[in-house]
């Protein structure tokens, strides 16, 4: 039933945050030079199966995603390869700049363990509660599938919607009369 | 321009007492140390730059990254040799430093002088290259870049482990190694050719440049001795007397070498304006032998001898037929100045020029004037012709002329 609900939600009035993203903000650690973030992020690139998000030193990666404006994130979506996709995956709301070293200070926000349905495609819907108010979000991929040494991320897509905020943007100045 | 946080290990062990690097290693290290951080805080002014020493009790922050550059000269006084370094703990302290430094968006630098390398004390080799590569990594994975400095000895497989130390950390040709050998160029001068300084092809030359004449002192790696940044005028002034010195040279060195071998063809020129001339003179004069030759004209041959046998005394002949020209011929006279004038002038001038040219009997006089040129050479005639393609009767009259002279010698 509640399976049943969340699926039906991210229909409704969920949408596909990929809009909200600051691009000029985005980071990852432990990215390989050639197989960056954008494979996996961005429009296009994360529906290639050849384009993968790789790691580099070992199989973890730390990605750091701020946004343009407040957002509440309802559920995630993180797509690899059956060994080499992310098997552990923590995120933290509104913690900016976290390295590897600190990452276990803090309790995460949530976690999800991917099986490999999620793997495949299935929404991870998260604790919407944690994540009512967030303006950047940490995503740390702690290991992979298969425990290999590099972990490849195809895909990673997530879904929310927006908390009423002013768009300054679409601020006019009143005429006087 | 890259926006960075640097963190500098110096190493500050008993055995920077030695004096193979100029006055000592230490003091070389703190030169070279002193131009980094001048480099690095001039490419970008938000950049900053912190200090470390890895000997003595123990690694010991000296200064967090920090934009002022006193602040960071004034902590390299003072400082006590001592003790032995230990690489792998002061660069985990200069990660550490790093991390905690108070703008995020700069990219985090680690450069590291290595002295005298011993990890773990006394330990063998392998057991050190893991160490450092486990170190290396950790630095790759949080994005640090690592620059080393190798110099003093290599026991121990030093260079070897730090060879290793920077595949591990290298992501992208970020990091560099250089291997500085004793001898008598200063620290700071080899360095400063290398990408230490540069910033990955870009940044820091400018300063560098400035750097180099500066503490260098008179052997510097400029021309003349003059650095274009300290004072562009100089150098450039400096630069174009060279020039002209080299040009003047070269001219006089063509002049004797072709005194030398074509003196019998007569084709020498001084005059600038008919520098053009001379050198189509040598050619065609070349051309001019070879026809002869073909020809096996041998008549001919014996002329040309006998004006080669008689160059000196047909100057003076040549000379008193100027004179005699000018004295008769103000026309000639007038048009003698305006060659003399400036020749950049207008088109106009130009044209008067070419007009002179055309006169058979001005050129032929003026020819006569120059040493080691006879006017009746059928080369230097065919020269002037050519000269005069502007009017083809022109070339006619001359060749009319040309006959003529010939009767008159």
Redesign the interface.
């Known amino acids: 039933m509640s399976a049943a609900e969340s699926a039906t939600a991210i229909q409704k009035n969920q949408v596909d945050l990929l809009d909200f993203i600051d691009w000029s903000g985005v980071e990852c650690?432990?990215q390989s030079?050639t197989h960056s973030l954008s494979n996996a992020l961005k429009q296009g690139y994360r529906e290639d199966e050849g384009l993968n998000l790789e790691s580099?030193?070992?199989e973890?990666l730390l990605i750091y995603i701020p946004f343009t404006q407040v957002i509440k994130l309802h559920s995630i979506v993180v797509m690899g390869s059956e060994e080499e996709g992310p098997k552990t995956v923590k995120l933290f709301a509104n913690r900016?700049?976290m390295?590897?070293?600190n990452v276990n200070d803090f309790p995460p926000s949530d976690t999800a363990v991917l099986s490999p349905d999620n793997i495949k495609g299935k929404p991870v819907v998260l604790k919407y509660v944690k994540f009512q108010n967030v303006r950047s979000l940490t995503i740390f991929i702690e290991d992979n599938q298969s425990s290999s040494e590099i972990t490849k991320v195809q895909k990673i897509a997530l879904y929310g919607s927006t908390v009423e905020t002013t768009d300054m943007k679409g601020l006019k100045k009143i005429e006087d009369h | 321009m890259v926006l960075e946080a640097t963190m500098i290990c110096i190493d500050n062990s008993e055995w920077m007492r030695n004096g193979d690097y100029a006055p000592s290693r230490f003091q070389a290290q703190a030169d070279a140390i002193n131009l980094i951080c001048g480099a690095k805080t001039q490419s970008n002014p938000e950049n900053t730059v912190g200090v470390l020493t890895m000997a003595g009790k123990g690694v010991r922050v000296l200064v967090t990254p920090t934009s002022d550059l006193g602040k960071i000269l004034a902590c390299m006084h003072g400082l006590e040799i001592g003790g032995e370094m230990n690489l792998a703990a002061g660069i985990q302290v200069a990660q550490l430093a790093l991390?905690h430094r108070q703008n995020?968006k700069q990219q985090q630098r680690i450069i590291v002088f290595a002295g005298r390398c011993a990890v773990i004390a006394c330990s063998p080799v392998t057991h050190d290259k893991k160490a450092l590569e486990m170190i290396g990594?950790?630095l790759?994975?949080?994005?640090v870049a690592l620059d080393i400095v190798n110099f003093g000895e290599d026991d121990e497989g030093k260079t070897e482990k730090l060879e290793a130390l920077l595949a591990a950390v290298n992501?992208?040709d970020t990091s560099h190694i250089v291997h500085v050998p004793a001898g008598p160029n200063a620290l700071s001068d080899v360095l400063i050719s290398t990408p230490i300084f540069t910033g990955d092809g870009e940044g820091g030359s400018g300063f560098a440049a400035s750097a180099a004449a500066a503490s260098a002192g008179g052997v510097s790696g400029f021309e003349f001795g003059v650095d274009p940044n300290l004072d562009p005028e100089l150098a450039l002034a400096l630069r174009v007397s060279m020039e002209e010195e080299r040009a003047r040279q070269e001219a006089a060195a063509k002049k004797a070498a072709e005194e030398a071998s074509k003196q019998e063809k007569g084709g020498e020129e001084q005059d600038a304006t008919m520098t053009e001339r001379a050198s189509e003179g040598t050619s065609e004069a070349d051309n001019k032998k070879n026809e002869i030759a073909d020809d096996d004209n041998t008549l001919l041959q014996q002329a040309l001898a006998m004006s080669m046998d008689e160059p000196t005394s047909s100057q003076d002949l040549q000379d008193t037929e100027m004179s005699d020209a000018a004295a008769e011929d103000p026309e000639l006279a007038l048009a003698l100045q305006l060659s003399v004038q400036d020749s950049t002038k207008d088109s106009s001038s130009q044209a008067d020029m070419s007009t002179l040219l055309a006169d058979q009997s001005f050129v032929s006089s003026i020819l006569a004037s120059l040493p080691g040129v006879d006017p009746n050479d059928p080369s230097v005639k065919e020269v002037l012709a050519s000269m005069q393609n502007q009017s083809e009767p022109q070339q006619k009259q001359g060749e009319d002329k040309a006959p003529k002279k010939e009767e008159e010698k």
């Open positions: 650690l432990n030079s580099d030193a070992d973890q900016e700049h390295g590897f070293s | 991390k995020k990594k950790k790759k994975k949080n994005s992501n992208n």
